[in-house]
């Protein structure tokens, strides 16, 4: 079983700023959180991933708790193309690598 | 990065045939892995693919049924065996640059018969 909780669905505003939260309250101390998403008829795109500190790159911001229970992802300016379920996931070494998808967040960006 | 094809994109097949699909990467990767997704549903993964020895299966899933080969870093393929309408589906295939980033490739989209 997944062992994140997320919003079915979410709606957002064309050029507003979306945020998706996920909740993890059982993650370990060596398990990261990432997250991808999956626009329609797609394989899966990585997005982007932390430990405990705030992590940004050139598609999105993650924001964790500092007790690390819980983490938001942050589309700075959504755009129509940012219409797609949003997976978050944890995972660590113990994991060897295996990704296990939860159910994850449809956002519907609407103009 | 990493750019993951597969073949066939899509296939309908009839009840008990079996259907190979291959998953190429551009370039090495330390793991890959195959996934199912029926229709309106999130990812179940399949196997770990191993390079040059047996992949190791999810619970649920046995070799029998989905047998996989990785004969080398940047291929792999996932027959799906004896195939039944249950079985209609995307398969996609994943593989591992980095610790834990993924690039996937596009599916490839069953319908049996």
């Known amino acids: 079983d997944a062992k994140t909780t997320q919003p079915p669905s979410m709606d957002c505003a064309e050029g507003r700023a979306a945020n998706l939260p996920c909740n993890h309250s059982t993650i370990s101390g060596n398990e990261y959180v990432y997250w991808y998403r999956q626009i329609h008829s797609q394989g899966p795109q990585y997005i982007i991933h932390?430990?405990?500190n705030n992590e940004t790159n050139e598609m999105a911001s993650l924001i964790i708790t500092e007790d690390r229970k819980s983490s938001t992802l942050i589309l700075p300016h959504a755009t129509l193309r940012d219409t797609a379920v949003y997976y978050c996931i944890v995972s660590g070494s113990s994991n060897t690598g295996k990704l296990i998808f939860g159910q994850g967040t449809t956002l519907q960006v609407k103009p | 990065s990493a750019v993951i094809s597969q073949k066939p994109s899509r296939d309908i097949c009839q009840r008990g045939t079996s259907l190979t699909i291959q998953c190429q990467v551009d370039s090495q990767v330390t793991m890959m892995f195959w996934y199912r997704q029926q229709p309106g549903q999130s990812l179940t993964l399949i196997a770990t693919a191993n390079q040059g020895s047996e992949a190791t299966y999810e619970s649920g899933f046995v070799i029998d049924k989905f047998p996989i080969s990785r004969p080398n870093l940047t291929f792999s393929t996932l027959t799906v065996s004896n195939m039944s309408p249950e079985d209609s589906s995307i398969y996609l295939c994943s593989g591992e640059l980095s610790w834990n980033e993924q690039f996937f490739g596009p599916g490839t989209r069953l319908t049996v018969l």
């Open positions: 932390g430990l405990k």
